[in-house]
């Protein structure tokens, strides 16, 4: 099944970038720092150094296998490595150690950390970039690492889950149960208001491999005699008619202001509805402002001109006509 959502990620990435208009920075290593918890667990593509005081002959380098072990010179046996830290690795390889050697002293480390694919981010965030993790991290920590998002986002975040943890523990388990969006892995949903709210199970940890999108914002189009037609984004608390107005430096002298139309999108039907709106009487407080739909579009259009208006084009423009006697 995780197969399937990698296949589908294929497809939606690359749209992503395309929709945000901005390239991807490979990589980004997100800072070590001490943790609450074990720190980085080891797992299989890790490569292990360990050297013993006094004793060379003892020394080695072995990479994790598929199965989680690695070899040793002086075991027979391969040792379970993964999802161990460095601390419980270099416990019981001095326990094994113990049986050569009195009081063997044992440095180890993890010098080439490849067991854990980086964390992508994509969509409207102001970088879009890949992060290497050593440590814990949680959503909001990511978001804030790519700069935060941008003006056009819509205030959700999806997170896929493209590979089960290796390492999993009860609290990531429960939260991520039977969670799979339809596409056959486990994916949520997030809202970058409840984030900012700090709402409980809105600021998920993120683990290696994780895919995050932020999406962006549904589009409303106005266009027609205001200042500066074109496309306008849906902010997170939604888009009022006078704001898209307003956000389009307002309406020309010659709008029929009386009478906008908003067309709006249909369920099953290629006819739109056709929604008139006195924009006058919104701006006096008489008629209820119309909270706008993705996709609408606001069409104003220009007034007719009244026979007034039509003489006094005439008599303004009758100087120019008079032919000046010499």
């Not at 460095?86 to 180890?108: C, Q, S």
């Amino acid at each position: 099944m995780y197969l399937r959502l990698f296949t589908l990620l294929v497809f939606i990435l690359p749209f992503a970038l395309a929709v945000s208009g901005q390239n991807p920075v490979i990589p980004t290593v997100v800072p070590t720092a001490v943790d609450a918890g074990k720190g980085y667990l080891i797992g299989p593509g890790d490569e292990i150094t360990a050297k013993v005081v006094g004793e060379s002959e003892f020394d080695f380098v072995s990479t994790v296998d598929e199965n989680g072990k690695i070899e040793v010179p002086f075991s027979d046996d391969p040792i379970k490595a993964q999802c161990l830290s460095e601390r419980e690795l270099r416990i019981e390889i001095t326990k094994l150690l113990a049986k050569y050697l009195k009081k063997p002293e044992l440095n180890l480390r993890v010098t080439d950390r490849k067991s854990r694919p980086p964390v992508s981010m994509y969509g409207e965030v102001r970088q879009q970039q890949q992060f290497s993790l050593t440590r814990r991290a949680y959503l909001l920590e990511m978001l804030t690492a790519a700069g935060g998002v941008t003006e056009k986002s819509g205030g959700m975040i999806t997170v896929f889950r493209t590979r089960p943890p290796m390492c999993m523990n009860a609290e990531q388990a429960t939260a991520w149960k039977n969670v799979d969006g339809g596409l056959g892995a486990p994916s949520k949903d997030f809202s970058i208001a409840s984030i900012r709210q700090g709402e409980e199970g809105s600021n998920p940890e993120i683990l290696p491999g994780d895919v995050i999108i932020v999406h962006k914002a549904a589009p409303v189009y106005i266009t027609g005699e205001v200042v500066r037609p074109g496309e306008l984004s849906i902010p997170e608390e939604g888009l009022l008619l006078t704001q898209a107005v307003a956000m389009s430096n307002g309406i020309t002298r010659e709008a029929k202001s009386k009478n906008i139309t908003i067309r709006r999108r249909k369920t099953n039907s290629p006819e739109p509805e056709l929604i008139a709106v006195n924009y006058d009487q919104i701006r006096k407080g008489q008629q209820k402002d119309v909270l706008l739909q993705p996709f609408d579009i606001i069409v104003v259009d220009k007034a007719k001109k009244n026979i007034g208006d039509i003489l006094m084009q005439t008599l303004i423009g009758l100087p120019a006509r008079i032919p000046i006697p010499f």
